[in-house]
Every structure is written in structure tokens, then in C-alpha cells.
Nanobody, 118 residues
Framework: VQLQASGGGLVQAGGSLRLSCVAS????????MGWYRQAPGKQRELVAG???????NYADSVKDRFTISRDNAKHSVYLQMNSLKPEDTAVYYC?????????????WGQGTLVTVSN
């Protein structure tokens, strides 16, 4: 199973970006999906997560600015990021608990860089 993240880039403060992540391989279903980020010199942190039934949770720092969504048929998760701030600059990683056969695998994408300039 592989997770492929995309959509990062350079954007000015106040702008928007949409990240996408798709799981490929022998995917039967995906339970939890989430986005994490890691800024230089900092620990990786949860940005937003979404369960199979679409119940979502967010870090306080991104509430009301970011929206996570998923498409179960496409094994995909998305992160719409609005009103971006320089402190949102980080490498963003997607994560998913993927069911293959009868086993759940904790899978991570390769990361996509988001840079927000002043």
C-alpha cells in the first residue's frame, strides 16, 4: 500500500491550497485518514483527521481555516487550506489506517511542502 500526497507549493499569506492524498495497492478499505505537518525544528503534529463515517477533528490552530474531507470510493483524503499564515509553513504528510486482507496497516505518505510567505 502506498500513499501519494500532492498539492503543496508556495502561496502568499491569506491564500489557499488544496492537498490531496490517494492510497493505492491492495486496499480493501480505509479507517482513519489524517493530515500531519512538521515544521523545521519542530515535532510532527496532527492537523486534521477524519474517520470513515466522516467525523472530523482539527488542531486548534487550523480550526475554521482548514477543512478535511475524504472520498472512500477513491481511497482519497483532501485538505482545503484557506487563510494561510506563515506559521502554516511545513511539510504536510497524509496518514491512513488501511485494511489489507484482515490486517490494518498504519501508512504514511511521502510529504508535500507548503510554504506560506508574508
Amino acid at each position: 500500500v502506498q500513499l501519494q500526497a500532492s498539492g503543496g507549493g508556495l502561496v502568499q499569506a491569506g491564500g489557499s491550497l488544496r492537498l490531496s492524498c490517494v492510497a493505492s495497492g491492495r486496499v480493501f478499505s480505509i479507517n482513519y485518514m489524517g493530515w500531519y505537518r512538521q515544521a523545521p525544528g519542530k515535532q510532527r503534529e496532527l492537523v486534521a483527521g477524519i474517520a470513515y463515517g466522516s467525523s472530523a477533528n482539527y488542531a486548534d490552530s487550523v480550526k475554521d481555516r482548514f477543512t478535511i474531507s475524504r472520498d472512500n470510493a477513491k481511497h482519497s483524503v483532501y485538505l482545503q487550506m484557506n487563510s494561510l499564515k506563515p506559521e502554516d509553513t511545513a511539510v504536510y504528510y497524509c496518514r491512513a489506517f488501511v485494511l489489507v486482507g484482515s490486517t490494518y496497516y498504519d501508512s504514511w505518505g511521502q510529504g508535500t511542502l507548503v510554504t506560506v510567505s508574508n
